[in-house]
């Protein structure tokens, strides 16, 4: 439904002890080098998107030492790239061995801070390598540790924050969860480390998992043959046909028709083959009646109206949208830069389960609801919601709602919302500069355990036993402290899923 694109930003993120350089490619991770400084952090580059002569990108930057107070990160672009748009930063030079530095609001970074950073920058039509290594305060992201330099601009010369500087607020937690049948808990899991150190199941989990109105689990179109398309005309003869089908995507695909929603039906597949699979230009719409379908892996978006903003009420552009759905899995994919919501899930879609996607930089991220009855059942897990604004969810009764891992950044109205008839179970997530993190309405319940906020304000309310999640299906928790670094490495397409 309706919203308001927010601009395109990213946050610069915090710099500590050990460093961890992520580096993406327009879909993914293609490579993570563990190194070590003294001023030590955690470094994203993704390439979010791309198209004839220009790109958008993403840093990210975690402080995982001592706080600072004025940064310059600095890499190179080795195929004639450059910075012509910035955000949260400034560059000089642009191109070349470039240095950037904070913007002034955001020269602090303290014990574990988190700051994104962006830009949009130029690229020949050939070749858009990322950079391989970067540089902070001009300390090299080597396999070794070396000192602080004692005159490097802003960074604290000794154990100390120095003056003026001030430590992160101390997280807060809520008690975790006590032993519960069904439930597993991961106390000292963490990311398995390098490209492709994670297998995912091709089985759904959660809600969709179950066997319900006469469908048992949601496995798609495995029922079907396996095509493999690079082209919209096979995409939509295959999405849109009457018997099942695993659908393999394996290019960019631009939808001619802006903004139109694929009318996929029931017991499809939609796989992106590694980080080959996009859907440009349009989005996804499953329509009354339509179930048992897997939407995967996948680059969905790239609808922006300029003549629409801010509040973008002229064109209703979503990702994907679900009118009286059930049976669906949606998971890994990435969602950006569409008109209106990220995902809508309406008029008791049900069975539903949404899984380690990124949704960054929406107005209205996953809006639930659009009814008076209260019947859908739905679980929300391992997502990163960024730099958005409302409904991050905003759930709208449903009789069960199970949200657990999720990271939420940055975030300017509201957080996990339960509101009419809802039972909402909130479980081990972590919350970031979000405000009112999550609260219910008059009528709803909610109850959490286990999340943690970071720098957040508002209201961070329960009511309500909701319901037990485990009595329905298993599942295994990480902790909390975790998610932000699963989320940042795991969520969104992946190499492994597809091939």
């Known amino acids: 439904?309706?919203?308001?694109?927010?601009?395109?930003?990213?946050?610069?993120?915090?710099?500590?002890?050990?460093?961890?350089?992520?580096?993406?490619?327009?879909?993914?991770?293609?490579?993570?080098?563990?190194?070590?400084?003294?001023?030590?952090?955690?470094v994203t580059y993704r390439v979010t998107s791309q198209?004839?002569?220009?790109?958008?990108?993403?840093?990210?930057?975690?402080?995982?030492?001592?706080?600072?107070?004025?940064?310059?990160?600095g890499w190179t672009f080795t195929a004639g790239q450059a910075v012509?748009?910035?955000?949260?930063?400034?560059?000089?030079?642009?191109?070349?061995?470039?240095?950037?530095?904070?913007?002034?609001?955001?020269?602090?970074?303290?014990?574990?801070?988190?700051?994104?950073?962006?830009?949009?920058?130029?690229?020949?039509?050939?070749?858009?390598?990322?950079?391989?290594?970067?540089?902070?305060?001009?300390?090299?992201?080597?396999?070794?540790?070396?000192?602080?330099?004692?005159?490097?601009?802003?960074?604290?010369?000794?154990?100390?924050?120095?003056?003026?500087?001030?430590r992160s607020p101390r997280p807060s937690t809520s008690p975790s969860p006590s032993s519960t049948p069904g439930v597993s808990t991961a106390p000292g899991a963490s990311a398995p480390s390098g490209p492709g150190g994670r297998t995912w199941s091709n089985k759904a989990d959660g809600f969709a998992s179950l066997n319900a109105n006469g469908v048992n689990g949601t496995t798609g179109g495995a029922a079907g043959p396996t095509v493999t398309v690079t082209?919209?005309?096979?995409?939509?003869?295959?999405?849109?046909?009457?018997?099942?089908?695993?659908?393999?995507?394996?290019?960019?695909?631009?939808?001619?028709?802006?903004?139109?929603?694929?009318?996929?039906?029931?017991?499809?597949?939609?796989?992106?083959?590694?980080?080959?699979?996009?859907?440009?230009?349009?989005?996804?719409?499953l329509g009354a009646g339509v179930r048992n379908v897997i939407i995967r892996n996948l680059t969905i978006g790239e609808t922006d109206v300029a003549s629409d903003d801010p509040d973008d009420k002229d064109f209703d552009y979503d990702g994907i949208q679900m009118d009286t759905a059930d049976h669906i899995w949606i998971d890994h994919n990435l969602i950006t830069k569409v008109n209106d919501g990220a995902i809508d899930s309406r008029r008791d879609t049900s069975y539903l389960t949404v899984s380690w996607n990124v949704l960054p930089g929406h107005n209205k991220a996953f809006g639930i609801g659009w009814t008076e009855n209260v019947t859908a059942r739905m679980t929300i897990h391992h997502n990163w919601i960024k730099d958005t604004n409302q409904r991050n969810p905003s759930t709208d009764n449903v009789a069960y709602a199970h949200l657990y891992n999720n990271y939420l950044q940055n975030v300017a109205s509201y957080g996990n919302y339960a509101r009419g008839g809802t039972k909402m179970v909130l479980e081990n997530s972590y919350?970031?500069?979000?405000?009112?993190?999550?609260?219910?309405?008059?009528?709803?319940?909610?109850?959490?355990?286990?999340?943690?906020?970071?720098?957040?304000?508002?209201?961070?309310?329960?009511?309500?036993?909701?319901?037990?999640?485990?009595?329905?299906?298993?599942?295994?928790?990480?902790?909390?402290s975790k998610v932000p670094a699963l989320v940042r490495q795991y969520a969104g397409p992946q190499a492994n899923i597809g091939q």
């Not at 080098?33 to 003294?38: F, G, T």
């Not at 402080?63 to 990160?73: E, S, T, V």
């Not at 070749?127 to 391989?132: A, C, D, E, I, R």
Request: hydrophobic share 35%; with cysteine.
């Open 1 to 42: 439904m309706k919203h308001r694109r927010r601009p395109r930003r990213l946050r610069p993120l915090g710099l500590a002890a050990a460093i961890i350089l992520v580096i993406t490619t327009p879909l993914g991770v293609v490579a993570a080098v563990s190194v070590q400084a003294a001023v030590g952090c955690q």
């Open 51 to 73: 198209w004839a002569g220009g790109f958008s990108a993403s840093i990210g930057i975690r402080n995982l030492g001592d706080a600072i107070r004025g940064w310059k990160l």
């Open 84 to 166: 012509t748009q910035a955000w949260g930063f400034t560059a000089n030079p642009t191109s070349g061995s470039v240095v950037a530095a904070d913007a002034g609001n955001n020269a602090a970074i303290a014990t574990d801070g988190v700051v994104d950073v962006g830009f949009n920058g130029s690229w020949d039509n050939m070749s858009n390598p990322v950079p391989s290594a970067f540089t902070l305060n001009g300390t090299a992201c080597t396999d070794a540790t070396t000192p602080s330099p004692s005159s490097t601009g802003g960074t604290a010369p000794s154990s100390s924050p120095s003056a003026g500087a001030s």
């Open 231 to 285: 082209t919209y005309a096979d995409l939509l003869r295959y999405a849109t046909a009457s018997t099942p089908y695993v659908i393999r995507i394996n290019a960019k695909i631009t939808v001619p028709t802006y903004g139109y929603e694929i009318r996929v039906t029931s017991n499809k597949t939609l796989i992106g083959v590694g980080r080959n699979g996009a859907i440009l230009h349009g989005g996804i719409f």
């Open 431 to 480: 919350f970031e500069n979000v405000k009112n993190p999550y609260y219910p309405d008059a009528t709803a319940q909610l109850r959490q355990s286990g999340s943690i906020t970071v720098n957040c304000t508002g209201r961070k309310e329960t009511s309500g036993s909701a319901f037990t999640p485990s009595s329905f299906y298993k599942y295994t928790l990480d902790p909390a």
